[in-house]
């Protein structure tokens, strides 16, 4: 299996832009995880999803955040309007069986809002 | 191994020697922690985990010990080789959403001096 595959790698964009980040899970896995990393404030976990629902989103930060699973193969997290404050290392990750599973991460979205 | 401003705690070592990471966690309630390695520009790894009803677990090169009296574990690596930098990541499970999630601490970061 190629692992958790996130797109883009890196990403910079204009304040007020929309962003959108994608991440494949691994196959078979069922659960999957959107976590947000910056220096001050460590790995935050946004939202997860079990079997494509959404069970926890008070991690995202603002109405701003917004996260889809339309399949077991697909999600997306987006940023609309982006700020600066946004700027940071977004990771996805997916595990099996759930939280005692350990979980596999992607190499992450560098994100870079100007 | 809990972080201090925007800065990480940081271990340095030489080649060879043995590496202690110190990890602090606040629930009494937890029962199962997790060691992660983040290399730079990756995700997260999983390198091993610990329940509560243990006191030590041994893997490859890698030792963690659990203190629940005074709630601390430690990652010890032995024979630390420069491919062990990276920033190290204890975790425990907390509950979200109904199900326990890996909640991360802020990270310590090992260098090793060839």
């Known amino acids: 299996d190629a692992g958790v595959i996130q797109s883009p790698r890196h990403e910079v964009t204009e304040m007020g832009q929309e962003v959108t980040l994608r991440c494949k899970p691994i196959?078979?896995?069922?659960?999957l995880f959107w976590y947000r990393q910056t220096m001050m404030r460590g790995l935050e976990l946004l939202i997860y999803?079990?079997?494509?629902?959404?069970?926890?989103d008070s991690g995202m930060p603002e109405d701003r955040f917004s996260a889809k699973m339309p399949n077991a193969s697909f999600s997306t997290l987006k940023i609309q309007p982006s700020e600066p404050r946004d700027s940071a290392v977004y990771f996805c990750?997916?595990?099996?069986?759930?939280?005692?599973?350990?979980?596999?991460f992607g190499s992450g979205t560098q994100l870079s809002v100007l | 191994g809990e972080s201090v401003g925007l800065h990480l705690p940081t271990l340095s070592v030489q080649e060879g020697d043995n590496s202690i990471i110190n990890c602090a966690y606040s629930n009494s309630a937890s029962d199962y922690f997790i060691w992660y390695k983040q290399e730079s520009g990756k995700g997260p790894q999983f390198i091993i985990d610990?329940?509560?009803?243990?006191d030590k677990r041994q893997g490859q090169r890698v030792t963690v010990l659990l203190n629940k009296t005074v709630k601390h574990l430690s990652l010890q690596i032995a024979a630390t080789q420069p491919g062990d930098s990276a920033v190290y990541f204890c975790a425990d499970l907390e509950i979200s959403g109904g199900s326990y999630i890996p909640t991360f601490g802020r990270g310590t970061s090992l260098i090793v001096h060839p």
């Open positions: 196959s078979g896995h069922d659960y």
């Open positions: 990750a997916s595990s099996l069986g759930g939280a005692r599973e350990k979980l596999f």
């Open positions: 610990i329940r509560s009803n243990m």
């Open positions: 999803f079990n079997n494509n629902v959404p069970i926890d």
